[in-house]
T-cell receptor
C-alpha cells in the first residue's frame, strides 16, 4: 500500500535558522504530495502541494520539490520564525483515491527566539 | 466564510459505551472525510463520504461507522468503546472528492477520551 515516512522530531531551531524536514513516500503510481501544518489546539492547514514530478510547491517562505527519482518531498525554509513552531505532516493522495490522504507521522518543529 | 465545525470539542466516555461525533462542512462542500489522530499511529483515514455515499473506507473495525446527510453534514459513530479509541477525531471537507485537485479543509477535531 501507499505510505509516507517523515523524519522524527522534535526539530529544535533558533530563529532565522534554515529548516529541512525530510519526507519520502512509497506509492503505486504517481501521487500528489502535500505538506500540512497543525498549530496547537487546531486542525490541519494545507501549507503547500505539488501534483507532478519536478513541481515545486511554495507558501509563506516554505518550499518543497517533488522528486520522483528519489520519491521525496522535503520541506525547506530559509529562515524560520518562532511563529513557525507547529507539527508538520507530509501526505499523499492518488488520482484514483477520492479525498483520501495518507499521512506521515508528523514532525514537531520548535523555534526559540 | 465559516470553517469546518466539529461538535463536541471534548468528550469523555466509559469503555463499552457508544459515541456520536458531528461534522459540519464548509457551505457548498460535498465531500467529508474523517481521520483518527493518535500519538502512536499518527493520522489514519477512517472513511469518506460524498453526496451521502461512502466512497472509501480505511482499515478500522466495524465498530466505526458514519453517514452523511443531504445537507452534507456528517456523523461518525463508535460503538462498544475501547481504551484504544481515545484519540483526536478530525473531519475534513472539500468541494469535490478529489484530494489532488480540491483542497481539504480540516476542523479543529473532537478529543475523545475513553476511561
Amino acid at each position: 500500500g501507499n505510505s509516507v515516512t517523515q523524519m522524527e522530531g522534535p526539530v529544535t531551531l533558533s530563529e532565522e535558522a534554515f529548516l529541512t524536514i525530510n519526507c519520502t513516500y512509497t506509492a503505486t503510481g504517481y501521487p500528489s504530495l502535500f505538506w500540512y501544518v497543525q498549530y496547537p489546539g487546531e486542525g490541519l492547514q494545507l501549507l503547500l502541494k505539488a501534483t507532478k514530478a519536478d513541481d515545486k510547491g511554495s507558501n509563506k517562505g516554505f518550499e518543497a520539490t517533488y522528486r520522483k527519482e528519489t520519491t521525496s518531498f522535503h520541506l525547506e525554509k530559509g529562515s524560520v520564525q518562532v511563529s513557525d513552531s507547529a507539527v508538520y505532516f507530509c501526505a499523499l493522495t492518488m488520482s484514483s483515491g477520492y479525498s483520501t490522504l495518507t499521512f506521515g507521522k508528523g514532525t514537531m518543529l520548535l523555534v526559540s527566539p | 466564510k465559516a470553517g469546518v465545525t466539529q461538535t463536541p470539542r471534548y468528550l469523555i466516555k466509559t469503555r463499552g459505551q457508544q459515541v456520536t461525533l458531528s461534522c459540519s462542512p464548509i457551505s457548498g462542500h460535498r465531500s467529508v472525510s474523517w481521520y483518527q489522530q493518535t500519538p502512536g499511529q499518527g493520522l489514519q483515514f477512517l472513511f469518506e463520504y460524498f453526496s451521502e455515499t461512502q466512497r472509501n473506507k480505511g482499515n478500522f473495525p466495524g465498530r466505526f461507522s458514519g453517514r452523511q446527510f443531504s445537507n452534507s453534514r456528517s456523523e461518525m459513530n463508535v460503538s462498544t468503546l475501547e481504551l484504544g479509541d481515545s484519540a483526536l477525531y478530525l473531519c475534513a471537507s472539500s468541494l469535490e472528492d478529489r484530494a489532488d485537485f480540491y483542497e481539504q479543509y480540516f476542523g479543529p477535531g473532537t478529543r475523545l477520551t475513553v476511561t
